[in-house]
């Protein structure tokens, strides 16, 4: 039995993995999904960090998942703890001493995004939509749940250079999604062969993969486990 230690991306919001944590605990693992302080205009990725090892307490086994924004924190707790894999989804993967902010472009991803957009032939200055940009793909029912949940993210944890000298040597996967507006595919493709040697698994939705497919997301998550 693994303990899964499931980290949201922007918003800090634990409800982004609602679908994912009772399948996982129905294969009998033990999960982990703490609220990030995103509305806390004081804390930074270190106070992200220190919250997720509170969650983790005493427990053992770790499998880290980070979704896009938790990738930055992810590998910190990797270099606290000792961890079995680390597991990015749709995610943004630093370079050392790089901001959260400045990530944006020197990944490219600001480039890809506004690529992608007029392939789709969507208007790549059109104003922020997440039905657009984010839940295309996902349920109704969830969208709609999606609506009442806190949607502000601090702008604090991105100005912070990620602080260490090279990625933690832990088993480190990445799953993207094939239709992700956000992180296109061919950029995730590009950026974990470059940042980590890794060639990413492919999954047949958007950025939001734990609600849109939580089922196939746990499949990956624990292939090649017996529980």
């Known amino acids: ?5 499931l980290i949201p991306g922007a918003t800090g919001d634990s409800w982004y993995w609602h ?14 999904a703490p609220d990030l302080p995103a509305r806390d205009e004081s804390a930074g990725l270190d106070a992200y960090v220190d919250v997720i090892e509170r969650a983790i307490g005493d427990r053992r086994d770790l499998v880290i998942v980070a979704q896009s924004m938790g990738a930055l924190s992810a590998p910190l707790v990797c270099a606290r703890r000792e961890c079995e894999r680390l ?24 480039d890809a995004e506004r690529a992608m957009a007029i392939a789709e032939g969507r ?8 039905l ?3 839940l295309h793909d996902v349920p109704e029912d969830v969208i709609v ?13 991105f100005d912070d250079p990620w602080p260490l000298a090279a990625w ?13 507006r956000l992180f296109p595919i061919d ?8 940042r980590l040697g890794v060639t990413p698994i492919e999954i047949d939705t958007g950025h939001l993969v734990a609600l849109a497919k939580p089922a196939e997301l746990v499949s990956l998550l624990t292939a090649g486990r017996s529980r």
């Open 145 to 157: 749940q999606s609506a009442s949940r806190p949607h502000a993210q601090s702008s604090r944890p």
């Open 1 to 5: 039995m693994a303990t899964y230690v």
């Open 187 to 194: 950029f995730v493709r590009r950026l974990a062969k470059e």
């Open 168 to 180: 933690p040597e832990v088993e480190t996967q990445v799953i993207a999604g094939t239709h992700d």
């Open 87 to 110: 597991v990015l989804v749709a995610p943004m993967i630093p370079a050392p001493g790089e901001t959260g902010g400045e990530w944006w472009a020197r990944s490219g991803q600001t």
């Open 132 to 134: 657009v940009m984010f």
């Open 123 to 130: 208007d790549p200055d059109a104003p922020f939509d997440p």
């Open 19 to 32: 679908r994912v944590v009772p399948l996982l605990r129905a294969r009998g693992h033990e999960v982990v």
